[in-house]
């Protein structure tokens, strides 16, 4: 492998894709296909067709203040006859894209949830007007119902009472994870030299965080065993056994193998916090739980211990939006862990919190969260954009009333068929792990060697080849990219494609062209061993059922 690729060695994945990008993209004789995205290529359009809808009605609201006004001038709207108006629009622009959504939405709101319809309105139009600061600033009144409606649903099986979750509408996931590992630190609950648990493998950043001089954590890796489906087994789990252990991060499903948790796991975690670790903080990410088949958190497994993290980013395709929220169960492992500090570290922060309230030693740890979001000082600043929570809150309504979850089984189903078409071009069987939400794909080199030309050539393959700069070479001559495993803390050689990003033809062709560069690998094999008989090769797998190739 050349040795310019040597410095590139120890960058983080996302660093290494736009240097993989610039050597696929440099070529004239390959289109580049870049699987190390994972921003979604697919987006849900009625929410969004609703959500400008919507925003022309307000601006109507907002013109009938300042009628008087010269051209140009609106007010703040009016709650009062709001619904009467709101009707009158639904009815002159019935035919509009996203307007029977809205008169749907509305519905849905006053008759499903029973909220107050003109409450419910008044907020959105002046919440997408942007007229006004995001009040209360952790979430608007109303979209912290209907998104806490929809979170119960898609991670708990709605088998939670809701009112027992509190709501922090925030700018994404990774947002939502940099604010309470700060929040954390600030308030006593980690300290320098104090253990956190991370889930391996694992999004990358989640893995270089805790290790930042801001909180000077040491690692434990609660490593998914491959053979076991990417499953943690017991031995890894009972790591969290030791009380030094105070935080268990964990993405679930995982990134990137992309397995939720099965039963089982989410049993013995429950176990060990319950009768060893009632004291255990978990931080769990699950922004690809609504991929999977009957997807249960570890927020309605152990809900007073965990926090739950959720982004709206990749489900309904809104990266750009930058749509997340922290969900806290309002008896939970980290207010036990305030009312128990030292007085002196009470003392402390009763200052750091005094312009907040009198009561500080009250002050929940997610409105600290909030707080400290701002610098404290600016906590009544603090908050999502009201715009954004407003898309947030279309969103939610948009799944909570796809009653057949249509949108979700196309999705999966898209998902799905991608990673056929790429491991049968490839030539071998695709991944059956159990739980799979399709979302990435872990190649396997040993594996796929092994299916391809027997064990022997896997053998020499990963003793031959430094499978860490080896995709140089694939963008290089290939034009595909994609990312190291060892970068998400794979421990075997291994290249994660992102499956939401490119069209089935796409993958069918990266499927081929890793073949062929395969292929070229098993012939300088044969040529290396010489008269050595080489060993007889695996027929490719068979087309699976329902994978035939579509059209570009």
Known sequence: MPAEYEKFRNLSPFELKDLLIQLASGRAQHTMLDAGRGNPNFLATTPRQGFFQLGLFATAESELSFSYMAEGVGGLPRRDGIEERFNAFVAAHKDEPGVAFLRRALSYVRDQLGLSADGFLQEVVAGILGCD?????????YAEKIVRHYLIREMAGGAMPEATTDLFALEGGTAAISYIFASLRENGLIKPGDKAAIGMPVFTPYVEIPELRDYQ???????????????????????????????????????????????????????????????????????????????????SICPHNTVLVYSFSKYFGSTGWRLGVVATHVQNVLDRALAALPEDEKQALD???????????????????????????????????????????????????????????????????????LYRDLGVSAPDDAGS???????????VATQLYGTRFARWLITRVDYETILFRIAEETGVVLLPGIGFAVRRPSARASLANL???????IGTALRRMADEYYARYKQEKGAEAPEASVAPSPKPKGAERSSP
């Open 133 to 141: 600061y995001p009040t209360p600033p952790r979430m608007l009144k």
């Open 217 to 299: 954590l040491q690692e434990v890796a609660i490593n998914a065993a491959p053979e076991c489906g990417w499953q943690y087994p017991d031995s890894e789990l009972d790591k969290l056994l030791d009380p030094a252990v105070k935080v268990f991060l964990v993405v679930n499903p995982s990134n990137p193998p992309s397995v939720k948790i099965n039963d089982a796991g989410l049993a013995r975690i429950a176990e060990i916090v319950k009768t060893k670790r009632p004291d255990l903080i978990i931080v769990t990410d699950d922004v690809y739980g609504t991929f999977a088949d009957n997807f249960r958190s570890l927020y």
């Open 351 to 421: 200052k750091r919190y005094a312009s907040l309230t009198p009561d500080v030693r009250g002050l929940k740890f997610i409105d600290r969260l909030v707080a400290d979001s701002r610098s404290v000082a600016l906590n009544h600043t603090a908050g999502l954009s009201t715009p954004q929570q407003v898309q947030m809150t279309l969103f939610s309504l948009f799944a909570l009333m796809d009653g057949r979850d249509a949108y979700k089984a196309a999705l999966k189903n898209l998902l799905h068929r991608r990673e056929l078409a």
């Open 437 to 447: 939400t399709h979302y990435y794909t872990l190649i396997d080199m040993a594996k």
């Open 503 to 509: 069209n089935e033809y796409q993958y069918a062709s």
